[in-house]
């Protein structure tokens, strides 16, 4: 059966941690890393690279340093000689990581902190009917829809590979329930083509998966 396994993580101030993850990386990885002026910037980089590799490397029985990876045509990441998949998010202090047999998975969180500039946001990534609707809803119920919907329009472009130059607003989500899409970029339609799972790692951070709509086995490990 098709799976996917969503890995929970939290960032952490933890030299000794940070220092075995740094003995993982590549010499690529350690030389981004080391292009970051801010060490919290730096150190983030690093954790997100080790978790992923030592997430990666349980799967597969490999180790860890040896995993390769490759970038697609529109940039995003894979893993190079091995038929497992991954995406990746990270906000606040949260980590996230989907690992998948299937190959166009797309998984995203957002810290749902107070924005000024919501409605101009919505503006640009919302179709006209979403906003539409958005607009007429209170204030409270705005800000909580506008994660929902951010949160599963990226986790789509990062499916399919296209990131946000696909155009937000052109993946139309079904309101109010936000639990289907209502329409796609023709290459990528029809919309129940695809299945999306909204998931909350904290009270405060919301989560999209995006995967193909097939039977599959979700997993969710902390």
Known sequence: MNFIDIRHSCFQAD???LQKLTGLLSKQELTTANKFRQ???RDRYIQVRGQLRTSLAEYLGVQPAALEFGIGTYGKPYLKQHPLYFNLSHSADRLV???????????DIEYTQPRTNLRALAQRCFSAGEFHLWQQLPLSQQHKLFYQLWTKKEAFVKAVGRGIVLGLSNCELNL????????LPAEYSPP?????IE???TD??????VAPNTQLMLTELT
Do not use: H
């Not at 109010?176 to 329409?183: E, G, K, L, R, V």
């Not at 129940?192 to 999306?196: I, M, R």
């Open 15 to 17: 030299q000794d941690l």
């Open 39 to 41: 060490p919290a910037l």
């Open 97 to 107: 990581i989907a690992i998948s047999n299937l190959e166009n998975i797309g998984i």
């Open 176 to 183: 109010p329930a936000a639990q289907t899409f209502a329409s």
């Open 192 to 196: 129940n083509a695809w299945q999306l």
């Open 199 to 201: 998931f909350w790692p």
């Open 204 to 209: 405060t951070i919301c989560g999209a998966l």
